[in-house]
Nanobody, 128 residues
């Protein structure tokens, strides 16, 4: 059984920062990609960022480019999302996801269907 445990969400003023963490655990778990998605009330789930575990390449949704940074700790099977210059439109539940299927070193893992495991979500609220 693979578990993804997110932390770091909360309430912040516009222009502020938050750092989300996602720790993956499970017997013989190996991830080929990890990513963050978000879903605001009444909206579809949106790709935020991902990292290809094989190549280390990182990818970002257009709405967060230049403001968010994804990083990883290989030894801890943990991925982080540093969110700066937060805006009210960043308010959403943020989900961590892990892909257990190798799609190659060039796959951006930006599609939700690429992921096998999901966290429970963490709420991020940005007050304007």
């Amino acid at each position: 059984q693979v578990q993804l445990v997110e932390s770091g969400g909360g309430l912040v003023q516009a222009g502020g920062s938050l750092r989300l963490s996602c720790a993956a655990s499970g017997r013989a778990f190996k991830s080929f990609g990890m990513g963050w998605f978000r879903q605001a009330p009444g909206k579809e789930r949106e790709f935020v960022s991902s990292i290809n575990w094989s190549s280390g390449s990182t990818y970002y949704g257009d709405s967060v480019k230049g403001r968010f940074t994804i990083s990883r700790d290989n030894s801890e099977n943990t991925v982080y999302l540093q969110m700066n210059s937060l805006k009210s439109e960043d308010t959403a539940v943020y989900y961590c996801a892990a892909a257990a299927v190798n799609s190659g070193a060039k796959d951006p893992y930006s599609r939700s269907l690429a992921y096998n495991y999901w966290g429970q979500g963490t709420q991020v609220t940005v007050n304007s």
